[in-house]
Each structure stands twice: as C-alpha cells, then as structure tokens.
C-alpha cells in the first residue's frame, strides 16, 4: 500500500508486480534495470531503429521476472538531477520516461565504434565508479586478448586453433603446408567482416583465396603467395590481422558448417547453456553468417534430416560451459552471456572460432528456435536481478 504522492516522488514507472528487497527496517522496490544502448532515432514507433523490436522484447522479458526496465544512450543522463530520461516499452508502445539512475546495467551498445565514444566512455565510467551500479557486458572482445587467456588454461587449450597475431608472408606460407587452409580474420572485427580464406591444396601450385566484397562471394587465383598478400593486402603488412588454422568441418552438401552456442548466467549467477544451433555457409561463401547467405538449422534437424549424431548437443553444450567459466574467471567486470562459435572435424575434434561478448541474434530467424529466442533475452534479465540484489542488500546493510 502506498500514497500516489509517495509513488511519485520514488520515481516508480508504472503499475507492474516487482520484487521487494527488505533489510531490517530498509525496504527497496524494483529493481530497476537500464539497458544501455546507441544508435537512436526521431521516429517514436521505432526509437532505437531496426534494432527497437528486440528492444521492446526485452522490456517484456523485464517484466515477466519481475523488474522494471527501460532502454536510455550517454546523452539521457542528468547527473546534476541523478535521473535518466530513458524509454520504456508496454503494450500501447514506447514513452519515454524520467526515472531515477538505475540498480544494474546491462550493456548493449551495438559495435566498437559507439563504445569508443568520448561520452558512452565517460558516462559509463562514472555510473560504474561514483554510484557503484553493477554493469555486465561491458565490452567487446580482442580475438587476440581471448586467445591468449584461453591458452593458458589447460582445461580448454585444446578447444582452441592454431593461431598467430601480426603474421608473416614466411608464417602463412608455413601453415599452408600444414594445414593446406587459413584464415585471416582482423583481430577486433565482428560479424565475419574482413575475413579472407587462403587455400592451397598439396597437389596444386595455385594459391587461392576466398574473400566478399559487397554482398558477394570471390575466389580469386594466384601463381605464387607473395602476388597474393600484395594484391589482397596493399600494405603488405598483416598488422592488426591474426591468422588460424583452417580446419576440416563437418559438411552438408559440400558446404561447411559451424554451431553457434549461447550461455547465459541465470537467476543464481551460475552458467547455462541457452541456445544452440547449426549454421551452413552459403555456397562459395568463406563464413557461415546469414548475411552471406548462410542457413540455420537447428540440431534436432540435423538428426532427423542429415543422420548425424545426437551426441554433439552435448560435446557442444560441455565445451560451451567449459570455455565461458574459463574466460568469466579471466576477464574483469560483471559477465552475463557469451556467443560461441564452434567447429567439429570429421574426426569429432571441437574447435572454437570465437567469442562474443555481444553475440548477434541472426540464428533466432528460424522458426523452431523460439523457446531459445524467449530464453536468451529472460536470462539477462533474470541475472539482471540477481546482481541487482547483491548489490542492494550489500547497500542497505552498509547503510545501516
């Protein structure tokens, strides 16, 4: 029970169930939850563009766990007045909303370049040090960074490719003849951009690479290795760039493919694994994204359709678990989710490829992932509390 002037002052958005912390004579409702993001636009019916229907969904998970949650950018905060002038979602739409600074944050700026920005930087910085919010995903991942913290860890080293940082033509040249294919990825690109795929079968003299330019699939040829670097990489250099073994992956229709795997933590703070989910390439395409043409297909599909074992959902699934406690114990700050992308080998090796703090939702596009779907964006939320409520019962048995 409480007086409308009372509900007023509090700040509480609207009427929804949410959870009461009490400590002692201390009560604390909420909890409130932001969401922070860039890239927002004028447009009132879809405020954070493309990306605003994932957002909305969100905002509903937010409210099935119990919690108060809204969507704001750097430029939204009033440090002066300790509020936020932030969006919130229900079934008439978005409105925005003037609430108090939020008990946790979750982090999802879009790419590298908005978390790069003076304001995102600074704002976030002073949210996280002068109030003390729990902040989890806080940033994107070095392919190089990752690399380096899985290798020293014995219990998942071997999960991870040959892989070199700064390359030289002599390298590449030395693990052609090993492996007979590499890949050559930017060490702080996402979305499969920048990749190039050298090939050099033992019985040919051509070189040959794989690259997209556009919205299409190259194969270009080559007489020797070093016309290859210089006309592929005008600087000659490969500074920036790491290079991997290729591996042999499974095939369907002679096209490879990968699994993307998602973990979450959930409402204890423990790892689970949320989503899994197979993913072709499309044809003469050197990556699986689905932005190259590449297809879903769920594992049960690919028992009943293509034969194969039911036993991956578990290796993967292991693995999975395996490498997110492995890096949740390297790298600092609060983190809620990974996306992993893992290879097997004709010989039922695992492999990861990468690790994204952020990972990208195309797999969610099929149909018979909605469960999955649902799952990914209620765990967030429910973790969301989780921390939340540490941090609150910590704060009220200070205060006291």
């Known amino acids: 029970m409480m007086s409308e002037d009372l509900w007023k002052i509090l700040g509480i958005p609207e009427k929804t169930s949410v959870h009461l912390f009490q400590h002692g004579d201390s009560l604390h409702i909420g909890p409130l939850i932001g969401v922070f993001t860039a890239g927002f636009t004028k447009d009132s019916m879809r405020p954070i563009g493309e990306r605003s229907m994932y957002f909305a969904k969100l905002m509903t998970a937010a409210r099935k766990c119990g919690a108060f949650a809204f969507v704001f950018g750097a430029h939204q905060v009033d440090f002066k007045d300790q509020s936020i002038k932030g969006l919130m979602y229900n079934k008439k739409g978005w409105k925005q909303v003037k609430v108090p600074l939020p ?10 370049s908005s978390e790069s920005l003076e304001q995102v930087a600074s704002t976030r910085h002073k949210l996280q040090s002068q109030y003390l919010i729990p902040w989890f995903n806080p940033s994107f991942f070095d392919k190089w960074k990752v690399f380096e913290k899985l290798q020293e860890d014995d219990a998942v080293r071997h999960y991870l490719p040959g892989t070199i940082l700064n390359p030289k033509q002599e390298t590449l040249a030395k693990m052609l003849e090993e492996y007979e294919q590499i890949y050559i990825k ?12 050298i090939l050099k079968p033992a019985n040919e003299n051509y ?5 997209r330019t556009g919205k299409e699939n190259r194969l270009r040829s080559y007489s020797s290795l070093s016309r290859l670097i210089k006309q592929q990489y005008p600087s000659g250099k490969l500074d920036g760039f790491i290079v991997q073994q ?13 699994y993307r795997v998602h973990t979450n933590k959930n409402k ?11 993913k072709i390439a499309g044809e003469g395409s050197l990556t699986t994204h689905t932005s190259s043409e590449g297809t ?3 594992l049960n599909e690919l028992v009943t359709d293509y034969g194969f074992s039911k036993d991956y959902e578990k290796s993967l699934s292991e693995a ?3 490498l997110s406690h492995s890096l949740d114990d390297k790298i600092p700050g609060f983190i809620g989710e990974f996306g992993f992308d893992l290879g097997i080998t004709k010989n039922d090796e695992i492999y990861l490829f990468e690790a994204n703090s952020k990972p990208g939702r195309s797999i969610f596009g099929h149909k018979r992932l909605k469960a ?9 939320m429910e973790y969301a509390i989780h921390l939340a409520k540490s941090a609150i019962e910590k704060a009220l048995v200070h205060h006291r």
């Open 103 to 112: 008990d946790v944050v979750y982090d999802r700026l879009p790419n590298r």
């Open 186 to 197: 930017p060490a702080n690109g996402s979305l499969g951009l920048g990749i190039q795929q």
């Open 207 to 211: 070189y040959y690479c794989r690259f």
């Open 246 to 258: 290729g591996i042999d992956l499974h095939k369907i229709n002679q096209r490879p493919m990968d």
């Open 268 to 278: 204890d703070g423990k790892w689970e694994v949320s989503a899994i989910a197979a």
């Open 296 to 298: 879903v297909k769920t």
């Open 320 to 322: 999975a678990l395996k």
């Open 372 to 380: 999955e779907e649902m799952s990914t964006r209620v765990l967030p």
